[in-house]
């Protein structure tokens, strides 16, 4: 059973690096600021999302699962507010 | 190791980025990711409470007031001194290094066992009902410090504010924000701040025994309240407001209040009736967050500006 | 290990950060290396502190706790020389004699 | 009245999240001056929200999210595949508000699509990573959805 636990925060964890390097790759790669928000915005937070999943079955206090998911819903809400901006100031530019 | 040589790599790489990048902006922002580095290496360095103000106010805030002054000395030919001839940049960067290597020096030489407080204060520490040490040094074993320190925020507010224009004086602190009625920073300073005050309130109460504290809890309710302030749905007041003063000054005041009733009643200044510590503590901890959150707003804010 | 890999850090920073102050004539970019400077102080106090773990501590408290002091009042410095600079700056911009 | 006792219930339920359940009597008085901040800044707008289309919304955004991230990946990861930027004006249904820019936001987390600003004539440019064609139709649908989500449509 908790090898199964393990097996699944390993494989969750590993995922969400990769999307985390995947959004990296796109900052350096894509051509305009926007496309580079895109790589920020949705591979970085769904990385997060991994990992939290990932940390869950291994939370050790009573909250700290709800804690992990609250910090993924930060980052969501500012990330989904910052994208925007960033791309509106980037287009008046 | 590994993880230690990494973080290490990536704050001098980003360190010397800062120092030598062309444009203010890009040295802001590789500023700001070279304070988030400094909190991976105070965890690691076991400092949990410096790491959350390191992020939060080294950061955090820093990061917003460079951040609004990159960008309001961007194209302005602000008065600058000259640049240094060659031969004076090679004594420059040969002194430095000797600063460096002696400093070098004096950590690799560091007598072992290293000299050490922790036995004091884990001895000490029952007298004062925290369970954070580094709480109980703030409050109790070092109070005075923290004292003068909250002091110099209130200063640092009045010397801020006496740069303002004279036709400014009095007025609405920091430059005009542009009403913002839509958009996604409004939509932020909608939702953002209650969730603020939350995380706020448990950082701050959660410090009497685990890393947190008023620092930390000042500048998140410093952030949330500049938030809607920049997007225009809150009115800042003027710097002439009466309250506004009294605020910044009450959670000072009120330490020293505290402090001289110690030293009435026990002898000494600040030193706290024994099975009052804690209850007094947290009174003034809640007292200084208020007033340290007003005077972190207004010190990023910054004074009264000249109006367009 | 950990404080003294810090501690060596700390003390490179310190260098470049006084190098930055004293090399660059940018008056932002001064005020930035003076925080750069800052960060490798602490770190160099950090890394003391680290090495005085005991009585069931990650570090020794005091020190911990002067750090953290030391950031703050580092940051009210801050505030008051980005102040002080915008001023000069919307004073050349009004009286560009 | 109702919508001061909604966000106070969120906001305590946030509060036992983050804390695990600790110090609820504090946790009330937070969240009762949280909860006075959210009214001043954010008055109750004229939508109630559906809790079916609510929950239906927020069941379907883990697929929506791991599409936008897989999607991003490819484009990012696969030397032989480049992204095609592109801009398309697009007119929302929701009127210009808190309600629009929370969509908006929400659009931004979507597949391919990023808001990036207002064009002249009430329209919303829309920045696509790769597929321009679908982007205006897919943005009406997800718009419909979320309307009927936050009560809306009506």
């Known amino acids: 059973m908790s090898l199964l636990v393990d097996a699944f925060s390993l494989l969750a964890i590993l995922a969400g690096l990769v999307f985390f390097a995947a959004g990296t790759a796109g900052l350096l790669r894509f051509p305009d600021a926007s496309s580079r928000l895109h790589a920020l915005t949705k591979a970085d937070h769904l990385g997060l999302g991994l990992i939290v999943l990932g940390l869950l079955p291994r939370a050790e206090a009573v909250g700290g699962a709800p804690r992990l998911i609250a910090v993924w819903l930060l980052v969501l809400v500012s990330s989904a507010a910052a994208g925007p901006l960033l791309a509106r100031l980037a287009r008046r530019r | 190791m590994m993880a230690d040589g990494l973080i290490a790599a990536a704050i001098l790489g980003v360190a010397l980025a800062t120092i030598a990048s062309r444009g203010t902006f890009t040295a802001v922002a590789l500023f700001i990711a070279y304070g988030l580095l400094l909190s991976f290496a105070w965890v690691r360095l076991g400092a949990i409470d410096i790491a959350l103000t390191e992020a939060a106010i080294g950061a955090g805030l820093s990061g917003a007031l460079l951040l609004g002054a990159a960008s309001r000395v961007a194209g302005r030919g602000a008065a600058m001194d000259r640049r240094p001839g060659r031969a004076m940049t090679v004594a420059i960067a040969l002194g430095c290094a000797g600063v460096t290597a002696a400093l070098a020096a004096a950590i690799l030489l560091l007598p072992d066992p290293a000299p050490s407080l922790a036995p004091q204060v884990a001895a000490n520490i029952g007298a004062t009902g925290l369970g954070n040490p580094v709480a109980a040094v703030l409050m109790s074993f070092r109070g005075l410090d923290t004292l003068l320190e909250s002091a110099v925020l209130v200063l640092a507010v009045i010397a801020a504010w006496s740069l303002a224009p004279d036709d400014a004086w009095g007025g609405k602190p920091g430059p005009m924000q542009p009403v913002l009625a839509d958009g996604p920073l409004a939509l932020l300073a909608r939702l953002l701040p209650p969730l603020g005050i939350l995380v706020a309130v448990h950082v701050l109460w959660i410090g009497k025994d685990a890393p947190g504290g008023k620092f930390q809890a000042a500048a998140i309710l410093a952030a949330m309240w500049m938030l809607p302030w920049m997007a225009g749905r809150v009115v800042p007041p003027p710097i002439s407001a009466r309250w506004l003063r009294v605020a910044v000054a009450a959670g000072p005041a009120l330490f020293i209040a505290i402090g001289l009733a110690g030293w009435m009643t026990q002898g000494a200044f600040l030193a706290y009736p024994p099975g009052l510590a804690l209850p007094l503590i947290m009174v003034v901890e809640i007292a200084l967050t208020a007033s340290i959150a007003i005077a972190l707003a207004l010190l990023v804010i910054g004074p009264p500006g000249r109006r367009a | 290990m950990t404080a003294t890999v810090f501690g060596l850090v700390g003390a490179l920073l310190t260098g470049i950060g006084l190098f930055g102050l004293l090399a660059r004539p940018e008056p932002l970019l001064r005020i930035l290396a003076f925080n750069v400077l800052g960060g490798g102080i602490f770190l160099v106090f950090g890394a003391v502190a680290r090495r005085g773990a005991g009585a069931g501590f990650a570090g020794d408290p005091v020190p911990q706790a002067i750090i953290l002091t030391g950031i703050v009042v580092a940051f009210a410095a801050t505030t008051l020389a980005v102040a002080l600079l915008l001023r000069i700056a919307s004073d050349d911009e009004s009286d560009p004699s | ?154």
């Open chain 4, 1 to 154: 009245m109702a919508a001061g006792a909604t966000r106070f219930a969120l906001l305590l339920l946030a509060w036992a999240a983050i804390t695990g359940g600790d110090d609820m009597m504090l946790g009330a008085v937070t969240a009762a001056a949280a909860a006075w901040c959210s009214l001043l800044l954010s008055p109750p707008g004229p939508y109630r929200p559906r809790p079916t289309a609510l929950a239906l919304l927020a069941l379907r955004f883990p697929w929506q999210a791991l599409r936008a991230g897989v999607d991003v990946a490819r484009v990012a990861l696969d030397p032989r595949r480049a992204p095609n930027p592109g801009e398309v004006a697009w007119t929302p249904r929701l009127p210009p508000g808190p309600a629009r820019d929370a969509f908006l936001a929400y659009a931004s987390l979507l597949p391919g699509t990023l808001p990036a600003g207002e064009a002249a004539d009430g329209a919303v440019i829309i920045h696509a990573l790769t597929n321009h064609a679908a982007v205006a139709a897919d943005m009406t649908a997800e718009e419909a959805r979320f309307a009927r989500a936050i009560g809306a449509d009506a």
